[in-house]
């Protein structure tokens, strides 16, 4: 909540240089066009200025931005678009109204039973019409800065969702690889002969090893004291294994137990140490794991086969690229010939990023179907309220005896009604569930290309 007040704050303060400055330029302006060089006609110029922008152009800033903190763009569209409208009008209206108050009544004395006189009428409607047009560009702006960081929230989203699914495949080629399979049953079929009990700890270690890989692979993180027990009893499969080729030191437990850690990542680097090494009893592995500032720690000393061939290090590249994505802090990766060690950040939560939400159910694909009608809707928004007034214009300078303005107020006005309708799917009529219905049917539509390419 401070974190949005501070937000709201920090815009206000740039809406209100960016009135200020417009103040002075439209003050400069008007000077130079009414020729007002005295102290008292430049002061009242501006005083005109400041009211126009400070008024309607901060005020409706500040309309608009508190309009954002009750509904969201992309989320409450409908809401949104019909809180901006009502809102803007109601506010412009009253604006206008209060400015052309002090303007003509308190500053140029007009009598207060000429304040809706047919001339002022017109300039009333015309300031009003031009100034929502105005907002109606901010509104449009202020809907694509949502729209965009939408997007590029729900990209990460899609981006994990990705990086997940690669993870689960890796983990499956990886972790359950036929090789380590094969030798983990060669060593249960010499255990059978030679040491029965043996054998029959070495199968119930192995057994809570898949379990935890098939358990775990469907998670984004898991509790470290899981992923340690898991590597202990790992460690322990490849000691009987290995015997006293393998030496591990694991911690029991951690300085936090809220802290987490990407699933099966801990198996993945004690695989590679196993998969890139020497494992003998004249050259023993040594793995070492511990924490240290808010890592996890996994090294172990080096004594690379001679014939193991060029790493991929896809494995190492997945678990960097999935850190990368929910975490600003970095998979740190060090190798000094002598020792191979690679420091994982430990985590609270995904900040706040959560992406279990079914494809078809999701907002984002709600707001790339509307996207570019609201795009086209607050453009064609921002031509009547701009253009409007300058038809006004043209008509009572040129032709006030016919006022054929109204026509296109209408035409265009009733246009504009029914695009307004268009963008939210005609959900007033409706339902809330039509627009449902639609992505389903659109989704739908979608597979069944994808299916035949």
């Keep these: 909540m401070t974190t949005l007040n501070s937000s709201i704050f920090k815009k206000i303060k740039s809406d209100f240089v960016?009135?200020?400055?417009?103040?002075?330029?439209?003050?400069?302006?008007?000077?130079?066009?009414?020729?007002?060089?005295?102290?008292?006609?430049?002061?009242?110029?501006?005083?005109?200025?400041?009211?126009?922008?400070f008024v309607l152009g901060l005020g409706n800033g500040i309309v608009n931005e508190y309009l954002n903190t009750k509904w969201d763009w992309v989320k409450q569209t409908n809401q949104r678009v019909w809180a901006g409208i009502i809102g803007t009008v109601i506010y412009t209206v009253i604006a206008v109204l209060i400015i052309h108050y002090v303007q003509y009544i308190l500053i140029f004395e007009y009598k207060l039973e000429n304040f809706f006189s047919e001339t002022l009428i017109w300039v009333h409607l015309f300031a009003i019409i031009f100034s929502l047009g105005v907002a109606a560009f901010f509104h449009a702006k202020g809907f694509m800065v949502n729209w965009k960081s939408a997007m590029t929230q729900e990209t990460t989203k899609q981006e994990i969702v990705a990086k997940t699914e690669t993870a689960k495949f890796e983990s499956l080629k990886n972790q359950?690889?036929?090789?380590?399979?094969?030798?983990?049953?060669?060593?249960?079929?010499?255990l059978i002969g030679e040491n029965p009990h043996q054998a029959e700890r070495f199968t119930t270690k192995l057994s809570k090893v898949y379990r935890y890989v098939l358990e775990q692979?469907?998670?984004?993180?898991?509790?470290?004291?899981?992923?340690?027990?898991?590597?202990?009893?790992?460690?322990?499969?490849?000691?009987?294994?290995?015997?006293?080729?393998?030496?591990?030191?694991?911690?029991?437990?951690?300085?936090?137990?809220?802290?987490?850690?990407?699933?099966?990542?801990?198996?993945l680097l004690l695989e590679n140490a196993v998969k890139h090494n020497v494992v003998s009893t004249s050259k023993p592995l040594t793995i070492n794991i511990y924490e240290e500032d808010n890592y996890l720690i996994i090294e172990n000393n080096i004594n690379p086969k001679e014939a193991i061939g060029k790493s991929t290090k896809v494995g190492l590249q997945n678990i960097a690229d999935r850190y990368g994505l929910i975490t600003d802090k970095g998979v740190k990766i060090e190798n000094n010939n002598k020792i191979f060690k690679v420091s994982l950040p430990l985590l609270y939560k995904m900040n706040n990023i959560m992406y279990t939400d079914d494809l078809e159910n999701s907002k984002y694909v709600k707001a790339v179907e509307r996207v570019e009608k609201l795009k086209e809707f607050y453009q064609n928004l921002a031509s009547y309220c701009l253009v409007i007034p300058f038809l006004i214009f043209i008509n009572l300078k040129f032709s006030p005896g016919f006022h054929w303005f109204w026509f296109p107020i209408f035409g265009w006005g009733m246009g504009l009604t029914f695009h307004f309708l268009e963008v939210n799917n005609y959900s007033i009529f409706l339902g809330s569930n039509w627009e449902d219905k639609k992505i389903k049917d659109l989704m739908d539509k979608e597979n069944k290309k994808n299916n035949y390419r």
């Design 217 to 267: 692979r469907n998670k984004d993180l898991v509790p470290i004291e899981e992923e340690l027990k898991f590597a202990k009893t790992y460690m322990e499969l490849l000691g009987m294994r290995f015997e006293d080729a393998v030496q591990f030191n694991i911690p029991d437990a951690i300085s936090t137990n809220e802290l987490k850690i990407v699933p099966l990542s801990l198996q």
């Design 18 to 53: 960016v009135s200020l400055k417009l103040t002075i330029i439209l003050g400069i302006v008007f000077i130079f066009i009414y020729q007002r060089f005295s102290l008292k006609g430049m002061s009242l110029i501006f005083l005109m200025s400041a009211m126009y922008s």
């Design 176 to 190: 359950l690889d036929p090789h380590f399979l094969f030798n983990s049953l060669n060593v249960l079929t010499s």
